[in-house]
């Protein structure tokens, strides 16, 4: 796998990332895919509020535990627009917490 910088950071990214969107279909289905993904050597994650239940089970298969060191692994979610400040906070807790 090849890794690029991200952006200005020191943070190195697989060229690849694993969106969530549908392949997180059940649990098991969700950790047999990550588990796969990180063994390609894919190290950045991405999922959003709106994907169903895949923020909780990827917080459920981190907690577990993966073959590759948290701080190695890259999880970036979405938050939908809102004008409101406090519901945002809100959002973005609810995210940190699954």
């Known amino acids: 796998m090849r890794y690029r910088r991200f952006g200005k950071t020191n943070l190195q990214l697989s060229v690849f990332s694993c ?3 549908r392949c997180l279909s059940s649990e098991s289905n969700a950790q047999k895919t990550v588990q796969q993904v990180i063994a390609q050597g894919i190290n950045h994650l991405e999922t959003a509020r709106g994907y169903g239940k895949s923020e909780e089970y990827l917080g459920n298969i981190l907690k577990a535990g993966l073959s590759l060191p948290r701080d190695q692994l890259y999880i970036t979610t979405k938050i ?3 004008p409101d400040a406090d519901l945002m ?9 699954r």
Not at 89 to 97: K, P, V
């Open 19 to 21: 969106g969530t969107m």
């Open 80 to 82: 939908p627009p809102t």
């Open 89 to 97: 906070s809100q959002w973005i807790n609810d995210s940190l917490e």
